[in-house]
Every structure is written in structure tokens, then in C-alpha cells.
């Protein structure tokens, strides 16, 4: 390494340079209501502006400052009162203050070794997501999206019916059947390909007027797969679709799974949070039944993204 | 929202000061080869010097300063010149300062609308990932982790070869075969029973006492599959094994593979910076004629974990 990744004085007035950069910038225009969201630009303009060629040389700190202002003015300001997303938004400055500390400290959780502090709040925190789930005891892992979250459910609840398909592949089992509402996240049915499943195999169940899943065509879905040969194994209801904001009726659902011996699977990505509240959390009633719950905490508690937990009810389950 | 979450003054101030800290703790200090790497503790010890019970109500912010100071005390400080790993380590300052920025935005990278900066950036470190690789064209993208990387290169081949696999499953598939070095890493193996494929049919090619895969072994290995009934489809060589960091021989693999029309990936999480140097990038001939590259520059870069690429040379494969 050559300088100036070693001159740690310069590096650490950089640092602070930039820190007030994005102070002034990004957090305190960047929530203030009468600034821009954003000072948007075509990406052909802003490529322009920008000046983004990767040069071999460095360039002198003012011009990296120019270049910090510059990230942050034509970008968009996520945590503004007027940026509108239906899944994320607001900026929680001790939420910010957590992040960067994790960015300075650059750990990886795979052991208490590396991690002591980190897996030791993993911890407490998903033990915390269970209790408000409604389970006295489980497993859990925080993913990288809510995409991944949902795979890790499909394949666990594979795992668990075929633990021989781990060593054999899908090749050696019979045709696998999954069940999620018409209104279901994409992730379901890109998990299915990704996963071996197959795309055909994820029957996409009617839903009413509001967008929620309807509990008989689940059992007419799962019935007429039955009758055709393939085997269901995993149903995904969804606390929080993607478009309507619809709660599936969990209590039915949740009749149907045990019925049929199906895992129950809630992806509450987006919803989960509602758990928080003592006049929503009605919605959920039934999650405690679930067999896997996806929650993105990053969607409506003001965590940075991404922030997404795979919660487990049985510790037995590998 | 309640406050303090509004009191967007005490909320700045608190950054400000949560900022001094990570200043003073986490990057001067924890660069600092006369300060501790760590101030150590058992699991038991350090569960009640952190008191890290989720309580309802909040707290004072002189009381999270502190507890700001305690999660940097007792984290591993993986920029200090003494903190040893053989895959990350350093701290570089303005790479920090980029990281900090991207948390204060908390932007996705989905679509140009809502990260049209880092939408461009993107494209262009792609491109110049790419270009060191040996290629003029091609796509890519970030993902969360090299595991990830080499399972989407898995996917992809599979895809590739099998279109109608996506749709149908691995259940419609002739048993497939993928090779690797024994010496390679374990995503492998785990991505194979992720994905569907099965661990049994993951081949482990014989290495050298260097831990380079052996080619005469790769070839054998191959006939033995097609042998018994498999399809090969895929090999994976390694630049920068997790054991040795050995570099496998790319340019006789390529021969084999081409041969064989086999996917040709290369796991170049930890060796693929070798690229950027003059004197080493030789270990790496042949990785021109690749179909994909995983290359974390988390490694051996300074950036911050994490940042793997996954890379295609053709852009036509979905």
C-alpha cells in the first residue's frame, strides 16, 4: 500500500471533511422539506457530470470532497418527508450513527472470534422478533433481502420433508408443489427457479377484492395438485403484498398447512413491523403458527437497508 | 413517528458526536499498532458488560454515546496493523467515507430512478472489472458475497444449458455433474444443494501439493461422470484457494472445458485483484476465455465488506 491510504492524519481529516459533507447534505437538506429530493438528471447529462472514468492517477482531496457533494446532490434523498415509497423511507439519525460505526468497524458475523459484540446483539434482536412472532424459543439469521429470506423458507421446508435431496438433488424427488396468492412478492416464484423447483410448480392461489389469499382455493389448489401427481410440500402467505398491502387470513392458512402437513411459511417482509403495534397486530393473528416468518425490519422501522431476518419456530429443523 | 426521532437538531448532534467517537475509537485508535486490536471478553462476561436487554422506553443520549464507545471497545478492529486474516484486513479512509455516504442516502439499486448515481458508478466499475479480466463486452452485477456469486454462476450455466429448466425444475433433468478442485470452496458444495443439484454431484478433481487442481484429473473425473450417466456441465476453477491461496491452472481447464462445452467459472474471490498487479497478474492467465468470474474486492482492495462481482462475459445468457 502507498500513500495516501497511509497517511492516516490526512486520511482522517478526509474523513471528517466528508462527514460534514454528508451531515450538511445528505442529512440535515436531506430531510428539510424545502430542499430537493433530488436534482434529477438523464443518466446520459449526469454521466457528464459525474465524470466517472476510473483513471489511473489519484486525485487531490478537494476534488474528492467535490466529487462527496456531488454523490449526494444528484442522488435520491430517501429519508426526505416528500421521497414517497410504499415499502421504505425516513432517516433515524441513531440508526445512521449504528451503521457507520459497522462500516469503520468492517466485521463479518460468521464467529464471536471476529464478531464479539455484533453476534451477541444478533442474538438478543432475533430473540426479540420471535417473542413479538409470538415463539418462546427458535432459530434465525439475518439475509441479505427479503428475496433471500423467502429461498431460505422454500429450501429449508425441502430439507426438512426430503433431507436426502441435500445429497441428491431435486433429480430424485417427485414433482414438488408450492403454494402462494396471485398477490405474492416475485421472489417466490424467481426462489422456485433458482432453487430447482421450477417456476410450473408454484401454484398461484386466488385472492378477493382486497388482494387477500382465499382459503378454499388454497385446498382446491392443493387438492387438484394432488391429483395431479405432484406432491405439495410448502405454502408462503404474505403479511404486506406488494401492491395492495394485503394480510392473508393467517388462521385459515394456517388450518389448511396442518391438515395437509404442509410447511407454513409467512413472508411478512413488509408487514412483520405491524407487530410493533398494539392496533395493527391483529393483522398477524395466526403468525405464531407459522413454521418460517421473512421480516424486514428496514421496511417500516426506519432501519437502513437492508435489514431483513429469516426467522425459525423449530431449532431442529437443519 | 415520536420524537426524538423528529428533533432533527438532537438527532444531528447525536451523529456528530457518535461520529467523534468513531473517529477517536474505530479509525484513530483502531489503526493504531499500540492499541489493542480488541479489549477481549468471554461471551458471559460480555453479554452483561453490554446489558443488552431490549427495553421499551429509550434512553439518554450521554448513555448511547457510551454504548457507542463499548461496541467499538469490545468489536475486533480489522483495520489495526495487527489484525490478522488471510482474506480482509485495512482500513482505507476515503473508501470509508464513500460507505458512510451510501448509508446516509440508503438508496436501492434496482432501478435509475431511484440511485441514478450509483446506477452509473455501478455500470462503470462493472466495466472496469470486466476490462481487467480481459473483456470488452459483457454484464455483471454485486451481490452479497462470493457464495452467492459462484451460486449464481451455477445457475446461470444451468439455465444456459437447460432453458426449460427454469420453468420445469432440476426433477426433468439428466443428473448433472459439476467439477471443482477439492481445495475449492465450500459455497460450492453448498450452492449445489441449494440449488437443486445435489452435493453427490459435485466432483472433486485431485490437486497438486501446491493445491492447484490437477488437469489429467479434471479430464478423468469428467469421463467417469459421463460414465456413469451424467451430464457435466459446469467446472469451477479457483484463483486464490481458502487453505493455500492456490491458482489453479485456468488455461488447461479452458482447454478441458472447451472440449467438453462445459461452463467455465472461475471463483476469483480472493485472487482476482491480482489482476490490478503487474507482477502477479500472470497467475491468472487464461481467465479471458472464463464464462463468469466471481471476484470479491473486499479482499484484497481495502473496500469494505461486502463487495464480490459476479461477472459474465456474454451478455446474451439470462
Redesign the interface.
Known amino acids: ?1 502507498e500513500q495516501p ?1 497511509l497517511d ?1 492524519a ?3 481529516q ?3 471533511e ?2 460534514q ?3 450538511d447534505e ?3 437538506k ?2 428539510d422539506v424545502n430542499e430537493k429530493v ?1 436534482d ?2 438523464e ?1 446520459g447529462e ?2 457528464e457530470l ?1 465524470d ?3 483513471r489511473s492517477g489519484g486525485e487531490p482531496p478537494e476534488r ?1 470532497l467535490e466529487r ?1 457533494r ?3 446532490r ?6 426526505h418527508p416528500r421521497f414517497f ?1 410504499q415499502l ?1 423511507s ?5 440508526a ?6 459497522t ?6 458475523q460468521y464467529t ?7 453476534v ?2 444478533e442474538e ?2 432475533l430473540a ?1 422478533l420471535r417473542e413479538l412472532v409470538g415463539w418462546s424459543s427458535g432459530d434465525g439469521i439475518f439475509c ?2 427479503g428475496s ?1 429470506s423467502n ?1 431460505y423458507a422454500m ?1 429449508v421446508a ?2 426438512h420433508r426430503f433431507p436426502e ?7 430424485t ?1 417427485p ?2 408443489a408450492l403454494f402462494t396468492s396471485r398477490e405474492s412478492h416475485y421472489s417466490l416464484q424467481k426462489g ?10 408454484v401454484h398461484l392461489v386466488g385472492t378477493d377484492e382486497r388482494g387477500k389469499m382465499i382459503p378454499e382455493e388454497l385446498e382446491k389448489e392443493i387438492q387438484r395438485a394432488k391429483a395431479e401427481g405432484a406432491e405439495p410440500f410448502f405454502v408462503c402467505a404474505t403479511c404486506g403484498t406488494t401492491v395492495l398491502g394485503a394480510f392473508d387470513p393467517l388462521g385459515s392458512i394456517a388450518d389448511i398447512c396442518q391438515r395437509h402437513g404442509l410447511w407454513f411459511h409467512v413472508d411478512a417482509a413488509w408487514g412483520g413491523s405491524a407487530l410493533l403495534s398494539a392496533k395493527h397486530r391483529h393483522l398477524l393473528a395466526g403468525i405464531e403458527r407459522a413454521d418460517s416468518v421473512a421480516w424486514n425490519p428496514h421496511k417500516m422501522l ?1 432501519v ?2 437492508q435489514c431483513s431476518a429469516f426467522l425459525l419456530r423449530d431449532t431442529s429443523v437443519r
Open positions: 500500500l491510504g492516516r490526512a486520511g482522517e478526509f474523513l471528517r466528508a462527514f459533507i454528508l451531515l445528505a442529512v440535515r436531506g430531510t433530488c434529477w438528471k443518466p449526469l454521466r459525474l466517472l472514468e476510473l474528492l462527496c456531488d454523490v449526494i444528484y442522488s435520491v434523498k430517501t429519508g415509497n421504505f425516513g432517516l433515524d439519525h441513531h445512521l450513527a449504528g451503521r457507520m460505526i462500516e469503520a468497524l468492517n466485521t463479518s464471536y472470534e471476529i464478531a464479539p459484540v455484533f451477541l446483539m438478543v434482536v426479540k441479505p433481502g433471500i429461498m429450501n425441502r430439507f435431496s441435500r445429497r441428491e438433488g431435486s433429480g424427488l414433482r414438488l422456485a427457479a433458482f432453487l430447482g423447483i421450477g417456476t410450473d410448480n426506519t437502513g437497508l
